[in-house]
């Protein structure tokens, strides 16, 4: 984790969005849970009707005894979407297993739409999978496929290459495989507004983060 950096203003869209979130307008926000509880909370949502997203990536475990499983695992460890009115924040956080609502002070911190539309689409046609979130890096753009428009760092793992998309609010990232041909350059935004956890309690704060 880089260290502290000075307050700043929040971008022109996390504006708009804070205000939207002030007027009470339904958006997305992360749920922050108890550990290894996601799917669970993600149930106890369903049953009290309330519209929620948990992103799940399959992976392959070999357990002690060397008997291996295939698992659906979170995608964004200690994280559950919800698609709520702000006012409506305390249905959540009566959920069992769920310890906050990402934000800042009293003002929940809002997801774009577009990067939680985009994760659905692309979960089920594309290999996704966690990776380290990232602030500093090669940045490329998505210009074709189902994840078009998304931004983030460039790798390269044996011979594909792997896009990282970092969703700020929660500083988190996961690692796209993509095709080179569908990538072009993309200059970040030095002036991006992130979430730091500035407690052990959970994510919280708006910093920026570093320039390129």
């Given at each position: 984790?880089?260290?502290?950096?000075?307050?700043?203003?929040?971008?022109?869209?996390?504006v708009e969005q804070l205000a939207a979130a002030r007027k009470g307008s339904a958006a997305w926000y992360a749920a922050y849970t108890n550990?290894?509880?996601?799917?669970?909370?993600?149930?106890?949502?369903?049953?009290?009707?309330?519209?929620?997203?948990?992103?799940?990536?399959?992976?392959?475990?070999?357990?002690?005894?060397?008997?291996?499983?295939?698992?659906?695992?979170?995608?964004?460890?200690?994280?559950?979407?919800?698609?709520?009115?702000?006012?409506?924040?305390?249905?959540?956080?009566?959920?069992?297993?769920?310890?906050?609502?990402?934000?800042?002070?009293?003002?929940?911190?809002?997801?774009?739409?577009?990067?939680?539309?985009?994760?659905?689409?692309?979960?089920?046609?594309?290999n996704i999978e966690p990776h380290p979130y990232l602030v500093v890096g090669e940045w490329v753009r998505i210009k074709a496929g189902p994840m078009m428009?998304?931004?983030?760092?460039?790798?390269?793992?044996?011979?594909?290459?792997?896009?990282?998309?970092?969703?700020?609010?929660?500083?988190?990232?996961?690692?796209?495989?993509?095709?080179?041909?569908?990538?072009?350059?993309?200059?970040?935004?030095?002036?991006?507004?992130?979430?730091?956890?500035?407690?052990?309690?959970?994510?919280?704060?708006?910093?920026?983060?570093?320039?390129?």
């Open positions: 984790m880089q260290s502290s950096l000075a307050r700043h203003l929040p971008t022109e869209p996390l550990s290894h509880h996601e799917k669970r909370v993600a149930s106890y949502l369903t049953e009290r009707q309330i519209e929620s997203f948990l992103p799940l990536y399959s992976t392959r475990r070999r357990w002690k005894n060397r008997c291996q499983m295939n698992l659906e695992m979170p995608l964004f460890p200690n994280y559950v979407f919800v698609h709520i009115d702000p006012r409506e924040r305390v249905h959540v956080l009566e959920v069992p297993g769920v310890l906050s609502i990402v934000g800042s002070g009293r003002i929940l911190m809002p997801l774009p739409d577009f990067e939680i539309e985009t994760l659905r689409s692309g979960l089920g046609q594309r428009g998304m931004e983030g760092v460039l790798l390269r793992k044996k011979n594909n290459f792997r896009v990282v998309l970092a969703l700020d609010v929660i500083m988190q990232s996961v690692a796209v495989e993509v095709d080179a041909d569908d990538l072009e350059p993309a200059s970040k935004c030095a002036s991006r507004v992130v979430l730091r956890p500035i407690s052990p309690g959970g994510p919280t704060g708006i910093q920026p983060c570093r320039a390129l």
